[in-house]
């Protein structure tokens, strides 16, 4: 949370965010209010004021496929040893696969 923070700072901007425009909504300052997120599943969908979606690009789901997640799977995969690997399985119960929050949310940190 600190992190989304301090990329996309703590007031609303006057720009607006229903692009579904990687670069416009990144630029866009906003107000978390809420977040919760799991290892198993993950959902992260953003939406305005009004409860309405940010953008396609602005969302991760479970369902990702997406060749950045992907290549961060691979990379993960060749950062970790094995008994590594092992161990975060173990503790949050996902191994490093596109569906989850891991590799996402590095590809997406990584990428924009």
Known sequence: LHSLRDKYGVEQSDESTSSSS??????AKCNIIAMGISTFAMNLVGVDDNGDLIGVDES??????????????????????????????????????????????????CCY
């Open 22 to 27: 990687p670069s416009s909504a990144h630029k």
């Open 60 to 109: 991760m789901t479970y369902a990702c496929n997406s060749t950045y997640v992907t290549d961060e799977c691979k990379s993960l995969r060749s950062q970790l040893t094995e008994q590594q690997q092992r161990d975060l399985y173990r503790r949050t119960g996902a191994p490093i696969h596109s569906a989850f929050a891991l590799p996402q949310l590095r590809s997406y940190y």
